[in-house]
């Protein structure tokens, strides 16, 4: 549920916030993030370290964490814990935040943000066309990874505490579920 009961645009949430405020724009609806818990920061810095080594190495683009905005439109916002960024679309890499769709994007659940993680945003990101999509669940040790054909996400691969990580997006990245958890 949306903190306010006002509709905003991105213009309006910088205007009416402090810079550092955790705050995304869905649909209009204002949703502000608590500080995210010691394992979903561990576990981010884990995914982090592993894809931005792999993008570096290969010269594949930028990988970014949060909080970054990704401006999808001026009326959906986000900070999503990490996206990828291919080295053609680097461009769109502004000051402000991303303008567009990322290549990817991981985010890690919490309890508070389950249900606009696993539904709102996989939406809004398979509508604005992110080619691939993870979710990662610290609390039982799974990884979704969705990725878009024809408009529309596929489970490309799930992974419950052990199994290789594969992504279509980034070629022969090949990650053991068991470093990640």
């Given at each position: ?22 705050a995304e724009v869905i649909d209009n ?153």
């Open positions: 549920m949306p903190l306010v009961q006002q509709k905003w645009t991105y213009a309006e949430m910088h205007e009416k916030l402090p810079p550092e405020t955790r609806d204002l949703y502000m993030s608590p500080a995210p818990s010691a394992e979903h920061q561990r576990l981010l810095k884990r995914i982090f370290r592993l894809l931005d080594g792999y993008v570096e190495e290969k010269g594949l683009g930028e990988v970014n964490i949060a909080p970054f905005d990704v401006i999808l439109d001026e009326d959906n916002v986000v900070q999503p814990d990490l996206f990828f960024v291919a080295t053609e679309k680097r461009g769109a890499i502004a000051d402000r935040g991303l303008l567009g769709a990322p290549d990817l994007i991981v985010e890690i659940l919490s309890p508070s943000s389950f249900y606009r993680d696993t539904v709102q945003k996989k939406d809004l990101y398979e509508t604005f066309g992110v080619g691939e999509y993870w979710i990662a669940d610290p609390a039982n040790q799974v990884i979704e990874i969705f990725t878009l054909a024809e408009g529309k996400y596929r489970l490309h691969a799930f992974l419950a505490g052990s199994g290789e990580i594969t992504s279509a997006r980034l070629g022969d990245l090949r990650i053991d579920a068991k470093a990640v958890f």
